[in-house]
């Protein structure tokens, strides 16, 4: 699949959609810390009231929570970003390897790299990557 046209676009996005999201996750510790430093200047300036240090806390626990709550979503909405953008290429490799498949009339085949141990037998890489067109 790795050779397929457009996988490097695919792979690009998966890129540029995981900094934005890293990014995202910066943004919001580097606001929450700005918060808690505020929130420590407050409280050791005996200025505040024990109801306003007690807002304050509350809310610094609030984006705590989203933060983690942020942080525990990212590698779900990695994985479905992945399957979304690889979907369609392991669509077109599946439906290449069954018409191969078909055409010889194969009764398996097996991804090499999954084995541990196979007696030698016919390659179809060659003629999967001539149905999709592949160098």
Do not use: C, W
Not at 91 to 100: G, R
Not at 103 to 123: C, E
């Amino acid at each position: 699949m790795k050779n397929m046209p457009g996988i490097d676009s695919a792979q690009t996005i998966m890129v540029n959609y995981k900094a934005e999201l890293q990014t995202m996750a910066e943004q919001m510790t580097k606001e929450f810390q700005d918060k808690q430093t505020a929130f420590e200047q407050l409280a050791n300036s005996n200025n505040a009231s024990p109801a306003i240090l007690k807002i304050r806390q509350e809310e610094l626990l609030a984006m705590y929570k989203r933060i983690q709550e942020f942080s525990q979503s990212i590698n779900a909405d990695l994985a479905d970003k992945q399957l979304e953008l690889l979907e369609p290429f392991q669509t077109k490799l599946l439906a290449a390897i069954h018409k191969i498949a078909n055409a010889h009339s194969y009764r398996y085949v097996f991804d090499i790299s999954t084995l541990l141990f196979y007696a030698p037998g016919d390659d179809l890489t060659d003629k999967v990557k001539t149905e999709l067109g592949i160098p």
